[in-house]
């Protein structure tokens, strides 16, 4: 059975920092991506950051010189730094991996910002 739990989200003021963890188990091959989406409410789902294997990155350009994605292959785990944190950040952020054609997901974990 394949999980991918998230860790790392909270409530953190403007022009904080949070680390997301998001750790996969279950998988029996590595993951060709692994990455983050957030969806914030009444907004649609966006990417925020993916990293490919290879270390290939791409980000959401609102993030992109804030956040920072990383991976540890040998954990099948995936991070995402997260700096000058603004309210519009605000979202849950779901933790994905790509296994071949499947695509999981984790549960979600909150990220609010704001004095």
């Known amino acids: 059975q394949v999980q991918l739990v998230e860790s790392g989200g909270g409530l953190v003021q403007p022009e904080g920092s949070l680390r997301l963890s998001c750790a996969a188990s279950?998988?029996?091959?590595?993951?060709?991506?692994m990455g983050w989406y957030r969806q914030a409410p009444g907004k649609q789902r966006e990417l925020v950051a993916r990293?490919?294997?290879?270390?290939?990155?791409n980000y959401l350009d609102s993030v992109k010189g804030r956040f920072t994605i990383s991976r540890d292959n040998a954990k099948n785990t995936v991070y995402l730094q997260m700096n000058s944190l603004k309210p519009e950040d605000t979202a849950v952020y779901l933790c994905?991996?790509?296994?071949?054609?499947?695509?999981?997901w984790g549960q979600g974990t909150q990220v609010t910002v704001s004095s």
């Open positions: 990293i490919i294997n290879g270390g290939t990155t």
């Open positions: 279950g998988i029996r091959s590595s993951p060709r991506a």
């Open positions: 994905f991996a790509s296994v071949g054609v499947t695509t999981y």
